[in-house]
């Protein structure tokens, strides 16, 4: 683990010692059932763990949350960045967790993966600790003149838009949290001659993506499987799954 990031973690640590447990919120994820170890370096998933478990309406838990507690506490951990929006622009959109990871390299069944829209980069690290090989394209690094993304890069990243799946008809494509009122997601199915696609975030076209790249994967795929206990943030019905292609 890197400093900054044993030292987010430690602060977290912390937090829960000085704080209250409030009503379903009263354990970090790292003390709960749902806990897992990861094989290589995931700081994203390090962090997650000392954040609140919380089983937001039974259907995705469990979720790291806020923290509950005093408003001096919870203040000094949203200005080192520990909370949703700072760490998905410093690290991911949706959360990789160890198990996903499994469970995506089990579909892969030895394919290897292309990526658009890639941000940081830290997927495609996550897979290619995980044995795949991730080529990866997104139009802008990760940084100021990206408007989501600001951390690593995490992976190499080739300057590229959703018709670069086309070059890669032998690998799965990796589509996670394609930026919302933006065709990039059914360009990219467009243009990819592939048969098994992963996505990860909402099934929603308010949230991520268009109509259209919905449309499309009714019409065009059939669903394979969703990760069981996908983590996601609090208040976000973000999912992991697996699609491949219908025949016609
Ligand atoms: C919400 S972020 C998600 C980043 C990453 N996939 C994740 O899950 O953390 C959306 C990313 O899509 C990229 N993007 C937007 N339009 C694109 C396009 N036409 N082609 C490639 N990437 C694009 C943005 O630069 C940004 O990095």
């Not at 949203?78 to 760490?87: C, D």
Request: with cysteine.
């Amino acid at each position: 683990m890197n400093e900054s990031v044993a030292d987010d973690v430690a602060a977290l640590q912390a937090a829960w010692r000085c704080l209250g447990s409030a009503a379903g919120r009263d354990r970090p994820l790292a003390e709960t059932e749902f806990d897992q170890e990861s094989d290589g370096e995931n700081p994203l998933w390090e962090i997650v763990r000392w954040m609140p478990a919380d089983d937001w309406l039974g259907r995705w838990s469990p979720k790291p949350a806020f923290m509950p507690g005093d408003a001096e506490t919870l203040m000094a951990l949203v200005q080192r960045g520990l909370e949703m929006g700072a760490l998905q622009q410093r690290f991911a959109w949706a959360i990789p967790s160890p198990s996903d990871l499994t469970w995506m390299v089990d579909l892969l069944a030895g394919r290897d993966v292309v990526e658009i829209g890639a941000g940081t980069g830290y997927w495609t690290w996550m897979l290619e600790q995980a044995g795949a090989n991730v080529a990866a394209y997104d139009i802008h690094p990760p940084g100021e003149g990206n408007g989501y993304c600001t951390g690593g890069p995490y992976a190499d990243i080739a300057d590229g838009g959703p018709e670069a799946a086309r070059e890669h008809p032998d690998r799965a494509l990796l589509l996670s949290w394609p930026p919302r009122e933006s065709d990039m997601a059914s360009r990219a199915l467009d243009a990819f001659e592939g048969e098994l696609l992963f996505f990860a975030g909402e099934l929603n076209p308010l949230v991520v993506a268009d109509e259209a790249f919905f449309k499309r994967l009714a019409t065009d795929w059939t669903p394979v499987s969703a990760a069981p206990g996908h983590v996601a943030w609090w208040g976000m019905k973000c999912v992991l799954a697996a699609w491949k292609r219908s025949v016609d």
